[in-house]
């Protein structure tokens, strides 16, 4: 009997799940039935797959999906021998502790941005009662010459954000730590200063939203385009699962274009992997993407 290779026993995987754990098809498509163990491993592994553990025990889903081939292959090979069998305990044990390392993280997940929002109010404190408020590095000074609840709103971000204003619209950066390099899902920080922007959103109900994505320039420009628009669209998300209105934001991705600080230095790439959130004018929409921005 030919040894299955792990891209055959990977392919037995999905087709495992599809076949066996449909009711309608279980009884016709699993009559040589693999043991239990092998079907808990399976339910185990694809119930983790596909829940937070992707973004928070990555590393460690990976060695469960291992853990399974092996288990897929020895039965493939073997049958229900023992081997198959204890493989098969091994690959349900190893996503039983993903389950457990994304719940543990999660946790650590949750009590951070508490840690971040209580330090955030600290800040915003201490800019109510300071007029040199600490302010990241290379932001504007924001001259603040809306009134009312967005001025306000604004005061608020201005210790954790760039804050910009020109003629007609209102522009705030989130850099630094706000994205990993190559990736588009928003770090601790950066959810903790959308809250922010949030306030700033619903003091101008009546301004249309632009989020656009930046990344800097490592890796080709085509790849690094497509990263900043996912990096928009996240942001983009984000705002509305938390009441923004869909139609008001529009999400582009930029590219390279425009690095506010110098991509030789990782601190300089870490704040041009960056989002910049444009309020536009007031009672007005955002004037369409005339095509100088990449997408």
């Known amino acids: 009997m030919n040894t299955p290779t792990p891209a055959r026993a990977a392919r037995r995987l999905v087709l495992a799940a599809a076949i066996c754990l449909t009711p309608a098809l279980g009884a016709a498509g699993c009559a040589t039935a693999p043991p239990a163990e092998l079907q808990q491993a399976r339910t185990a592994y694809h119930q983790v797959a596909n ?3 992707r973004d928070l025990a990555p590393v460690e889903l990976a060695e469960a999906r291992s853990a ?3 288990a897929e292959q020895a039965f493939d090979a073997e049958g229900a021998s023992p081997d198959a069998v204890e493989k098969a305990n091994v690959a349900y044990r190893e996503s039983q502790e993903v389950s457990e390392v994304a719940a543990e993280r999660q946790a650590e997940r949750v009590a951070l941005i508490a840690d971040l929002r209580a330090e955030n109010r600290r800040d915003v ?3 109510e009662v300071r007029d040199d408020a600490p302010r990241p590095a290379g932001a504007p000074v924001v001259r603040l010459e809306q009134s009312g609840a967005l001025a306000w709103a604004l005061r608020r971000l201005v210790p954790l954000a760039g804050v910009e204003e020109t003629e007609d619209s209102v522009m705030i950066t989130l850099a630094d730590d706000i994205f990993d390099p190559g990736r588009a899902t928003l770090g601790l920080r950066a959810e903790s200063r959308l809250e922010l922007v949030l306030g700033v959103l619903a003091a101008a109900p009546g301004r249309a939203v632009r989020v656009e994505g930046y990344a800097d320039d490592v890796g080709p420009e085509g ?3 497509a990263l ?5 669209d996240t942001v983009e998300r984000w705002l509305v ?3 923004v209105a869909p139609g008001r934001v529009e999400a582009v991705g930029r590219g ?3 690095p506010i600080a110098s991509n030789a230095t990782p601190e300089g790439r870490a704040r041009n992997r960056r989002v910049q959130i444009i309020l536009g004018p007031p009672t007005s929409a955002l004037t369409p993407d005339d095509g ?3 997408r």
Not at 228 to 232: L, N
């Open 256 to 258: 390279t274009l425009d």
């Open 223 to 225: 790849r690094n385009v």
């Open 228 to 232: 900043s628009q996912r990096r928009a």
């Open 68 to 70: 399974l081939v092996a």
């Open 292 to 294: 100088s921005a990449q």
């Open 51 to 53: 829940g937070q553990a």
């Open 125 to 127: 404190a201490l800019a």
């Open 241 to 243: 699962d938390h009441g």
